[in-house]
């Protein structure tokens, strides 16, 4: 399996952006997909997950009520929707995929696939 995510880019703190993260295998729906960032000289970290359906979500506290991960099975994509974007929202985004996962609360273990990133840049 093969992602590529992109969309990232500079915003003013309180912008928006919408990431995309491009999948290759037409049956992504056996994989629970999930979105993590990592800023410069920290961990990487979860920040939303997706169910193979579509139908469950969740997400880190740090951004819940601001980003909105959704997944389009046909095309086949999952996006992250950022709102009111904040300075500490500053990171390299990645798109993963895992097969193992049985829920959506996701940690850097489950995932069986990464994408390349995509940087996310907010200026103060």
């Known amino acids: 399996v093969q992602l590529q995510a992109s969309g990232g880019g500079w915003v003013q703190a309180g912008g928006s952006l919408r990431l995309s993260c491009a999948i290759s295998?037409?049956?992504?729906?056996?994989?629970?997909m999930g979105w993590f960032r990592q800023a410069p000289g920290k961990e990487r970290e979860f920040v939303a997950g997706?169910?193979?359906?579509?139908?469950?979500?969740y997400y880190a506290a740090s951004v819940k009520g601001r980003f909105t991960i959704s997944r389009n099975l046909v095309k086949p994509t999952v996006d992250l929707q950022m709102h009111g974007l904040m300075p500490e929202d500053a990171a390299v985004y990645y798109c993963?995929?895992?097969?193992?996962?049985?829920?959506?609360?996701?940690?850097?273990?489950?995932?069986?696939?990464w994408g390349r990133g995509t940087l996310v840049t907010v200026s103060s």
């Open positions: 993963a995929a895992s097969w193992r996962a049985r829920n959506t609360f996701l940690e850097e273990n489950d995932m069986d696939y």
């Open positions: 295998e037409p049956t992504n729906r056996r994989y629970v």
């Open positions: 997706i169910s193979r359906s579509g139908g469950s979500e």
